[in-house]
Antibody, heavy 123, light 107 residues
Framework: EVYLVDSGGGLVKPGGSLRLSCAAS????????MNWVRQTPGKGLEWVSS????????DYADSVKGRFTISRDNPNNSLYLKIDSLRVDDTGVYYC????????????????WGKGTTVTVSS | EIVLTQSPATLSLSPGKRADLSCRAS??????LAWYQQKPGQPPRLLIY???NRASGIPARFSGSGSGTDFTLTISSLEPEDSAVYYC??????????FGGGTKVEI
């Protein structure tokens, strides 16, 4: 069965950092573009970042550009999101999610989601 | 950035009734639209992709239609377990992927 298990959230002060992780199993991880999506009280579901199957191409939402860094380790079936300069409005649940179509198809929905990891930014 | 507007915000219906949920895009996205169901404490679950294709394991009472800028998710006969928030998401022009604000269905 296909699984994504996200972890690494926690309570952090404004300006702090976190590294989120997502462990994949049950599919050929290196074939799929991967994404981080967050759900915040203020903005609902918001796509945050994506990384191509080989890891050589990344994209970010304007709201996180310059503060978030997505990366992946294909041999270890893992996805990461490094979050720096955390702000109160970054508070929310962060999900890793898989593109529904493999091989970096330009148009795809998200068919497999982790259960989410909660990030709380507060002083 | 493509903006998706969902309506209504809340839909209250009885079991067995039909529900029609709307999603309107700010510009044409061809048929690249997905629908998700989210229950409290759970991640979104893919229901429909490419506007009208049911994802694996999704009951036949869920169907999607539309293209261009106007899309509809129809639940033909509501079951109690269909109480949830439903989101649309466009994939036609990314980045960014964008989501609608959601429709809450109460049964």
């Amino acid at each position: 069965e296909v699984y994504l298990v996200d972890s690494g959230g926690g309570l952090v002060k404004p300006g702090g950092s976190l590294r989120l992780s997502c462990a994949a199993s049950g599919f050929t991880f290196s074939n799929y573009k991967m994404n981080w999506v967050r759900q915040t009280p203020g903005k609902g579901l918001e796509w945050v970042s994506s990384i191509s199957s080989g890891g050589n191409s990344t994209d970010y939402a304007d709201s996180v550009k310059g503060r978030f860094t997505i990366s992946r380790d294909n041999p270890n079936n893992s996805l990461y999101l490094k979050i720096d300069s955390l702000r109160v409005d970054d508070t929310g649940v962060y999900y890793c999610a898989r593109d529904e179509v493999p091989f970096d198809w330009p148009q795809a929905s998200l068919d497999v989601w982790g259960k989410g990891t909660t990030v709380t930014v507060s002083s | 950035e493509i903006v998706l507007t969902q309506s209504p915000a809340t839909l209250s219906l009885s079991p067995g009734k039909r529900a029609d949920l709307s999603c309107r895009a700010s510009q044409s996205i061809s048929n690249c639209l997905a629908w998700y169901q989210q229950k409290p404490g759970q991640p979104p679950r893919l229901l429909i992709y490419d506007a009208s294709n049911r994802a694996s394991g999704i009951p036949a009472r869920f169907s999607g239609s539309g293209s261009g800028t106007d899309f509809t998710l129809t639940i033909s006969s509501l079951e109690p377990e269909d109480s949830a928030v439903y989101y649309c998401q466009q994939c036609g022009k990314r980045p960014p992927l964008t989501f609608g604000g959601g429709t809450k269905v109460e049964i």
